[in-house]
């Protein structure tokens, strides 16, 4: 995991927040929650390569 890949996130969940505040003002709650759900999905299509290359390194840590 880079220090990009946290600034990446960092840029995305601030993004998200202000982009759901403005909306949730508007009295659109239902693409507020739909601006969430996206950047969750971002993130997690970022994190999930790292949780793979983590759970490889351990398995081939404790491989007998």
Do not use: D
Not at 38 to 57: H, T
């Amino acid at each position: 995991m880079t220090i990009q890949l946290i600034f990446k996130i960092a840029a995305v969940g601030i993004l998200v927040t202000i982009l759901n505040q403005v909306l949730k003002h508007a009295g659109r709650e239902e693409q507020a929650f739909l601006i969430s759900l996206s950047g969750l999905f971002i993130v997690l299509s970022w994190i999930i390569p790292c949780i793979n290359e983590l759970f490889s390194q351990i398995y081939s840590l404790f491989q007998l």
